[in-house]
């Protein structure tokens, strides 16, 4: 008993040249995904310095600070004069003074 129904969505009239070039073309088709995204530019690790600046933005805008407060940024340490329930502004930390 032959088996003539088409096999993975091909045409029961596709020849066996015109399945060939379609699976040569889908192999083509993966391939050129696979070097465009060994080509995707691979993300650099942060700086020290990058993760200074995120770190010291993250406690800059921390919602839990109290007035009193003494945060340690990439600018040195700082005391929160602000108030939790308003905006923040540049005003709202200043610097600990060395002893």
């Known amino acids: 008993m032959s088996n003539t ?19 040569a073309e889908a192999k083509r088709r993966a391939r050129e995904v696979r070097l465009a995204q060994r080509r995707r530019a691979v993300f650099d690790e942060p700086s020290i310095a990058d993760e200074e600046r995120l770190a010291s933005e993250r406690v800059l805008n921390d919602d839990s600070l109290q007035s009193g407060d003494i945060v340690s940024t990439n600018k040195g340490l700082f005391v929160f004069k602000g108030r939790p329930d308003l905006e923040r502004s540049d005003g709202d930390f200043v610097p600990l003074a060395p002893r």
């Open 5 to 23: 129904e088409p096999q993975s969505g091909a045409p029961a009239d596709m020849s066996r040249t015109e399945w060939g070039e379609r699976v």
